[in-house]
């Protein structure tokens, strides 16, 4: 699917909740432009081979497989709230699942479906500029990281979205300055920033954070 010639406003909805037919095309370019942005992610979390991983908002499922491949005696949790999503990543993750190193789950970053404590590292790849009150969901966060845990937010920088998908008010812009803010009044420390390039030729950060 070429993203540049879609309807801007019908895309923005799909990129925050994909459903139907084009849900799962834009799942598809997901997976083409996502999977640099996905490791440098994974980078900057450390992970161990026995962590205890979750994914928010996994979309086709690119990021729970490179959370396999890092977790060979650990454990991999998603969480998506679209349908179309969980159905997709699942196919991706079919072995994993089978293997019961990984648990797809619908549901809401709100909402968590998760105890205290569960994971020692969480990641989301270009969700967080959904919500316009992240409070609820970076409580959630922190109640389900372990103590010590880290939490890292990728997103893409707004100069670098698609023309046009500012204007449909689906996201917000926010600089990674704006997330450290939000992610230090959730009562997260060591808070600190990575840059990156994303596919194909614009720039992305990383925010990282600790339990
Ligand atoms: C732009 S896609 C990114 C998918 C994937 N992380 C990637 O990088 O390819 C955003 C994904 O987050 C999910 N999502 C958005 N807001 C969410 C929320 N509040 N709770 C759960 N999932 C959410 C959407 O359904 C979608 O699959």
Redesign the pocket.
């Known amino acids: 699917m070429d993203l540049t010639n879609v309807d801007k406003a019908a895309l923005a909805q799909q990129?925050?909740?994909?459903e139907g037919s084009m849900g799962k095309e834009v799942g598809k370019a997901?997976?083409l432009y996502?999977g640099k942005?996905?490791s440098f992610t994974l980078e900057s979390l450390h992970i161990q081979p026995r962590d205890h991983v979750l994914?928010?908002?996994?979309?086709?499922g690119?990021?729970i497989a490179q959370a396999v491949q890092l977790t060979p005696q650990g454990y991999v949790a998603g969480?998506?709230?679209?349908p179309v999503?969980l159905t997709m990543a699942g196919e991706r993750n079919h072995r994993a699942i089978m293997q019961e190193h990984v648990e797809l789950t619908l549901?809401?970053?709100?909402k968590l479906p998760y105890e205290d404590a569960s994971f020692d590292k969480i990641f989301?790849?270009?969700?967080f500029h959904?919500?316009t009150d992240p409070a609820r969901?970076l409580a959630e966060c922190r109640r389900v990281l372990k103590p010590g845990g880290s939490i890292a937010f990728f997103l893409t920088h707004p100069s670098s979205w698609l023309p046009g998908l500012r204007d449909t008010g689906v996201f917000i812009a926010r600089e990674a300055e704006d997330i450290e803010k939000l992610l230090l009044a959730a009562g997260f420390g060591n808070v600190e920033t990575h840059t990156t390039k994303t596919e194909p030729d614009g720039k992305g950060f990383v925010v990282v954070g600790r339990g």
Do not use: Q, T, Y
Request: glycine share 12%; aromatic share 10%; hydrophobic share 40%.
């Open positions: 990129l925050r909740k994909p997901m997976e996502n942005a996905i994914e928010i908002g996994f979309g086709p690119e990021g969480i998506d709230h679209s999503m549901g809401s970053a709100d989301s790849v270009n969700v959904f919500w969901e």
